[in-house]
């Protein structure tokens, strides 16, 4: 099935930049491969709920980003390497969470509205901790 392994995070001091890496294997069980698919970014703090950070059209590579990230966030995809990126500038303590990356299911596509049930083949997540 398609599988996603998220990485990049670490810790950052505020202010600083981190570029996230979400890479892509296998088949949707529509037969699709990731280039196929709309691509999200997702964070969850802890005590908070999962919130969409970003996606990204597999066909018109159309951005959209929550607007707590807008003008710091860069989603960006490179379907020759099956691998989605997310540049993370001037990044903020409230940004310290896991992030993790899903392909929109079939019948949905990314918006500027996230709902965590319009993805699927969730990764494991890569941490990422903004601190002085």
């Known amino acids: 099935q398609l599988r996603f392994v998220e990485s990049g995070g670490g810790l950052v001091q505020p202010g600083g930049s981190l570029r996230l890496s979400c890479a892509a294997s296998?088949?949707?069980?529509?037969?699709?491969?990731?280039?196929?698919?709309?691509i999200g970014w997702f964070r969850q703090a802890p005590g908070k709920e999962r919130e969409g950070v970003s996606c990204?059209?597999?066909?018109?590579?159309?951005?959209n980003y929550a607007d707590s990230v807008k003008g710091r966030f860069t989603i960006s995809r490179d379907n020759a390497k099956n691998t989605v990126y997310l540049q993370m500038n001037s990044l903020q303590p409230e940004d310290t969470a896991t992030y993790y990356c899903?392909?929109?299911?079939?019948?949905?596509?990314?918006?500027?509205?996230?709902?965590?049930?319009?993805?699927?083949?969730w990764g494991q997540g890569t941490q990422v901790t903004v601190s002085s």
């Open positions: 296998g088949f949707t069980r529509e037969g699709f491969t990731a280039d196929n698919n709309d």
């Open positions: 990204i059209s597999s066909s018109t590579h159309k951005p």
């Open positions: 899903a392909a929109i299911l079939q019948g949905f596509e990314c918006s500027h509205v996230f709902y965590d049930y319009e993805y699927e083949y």
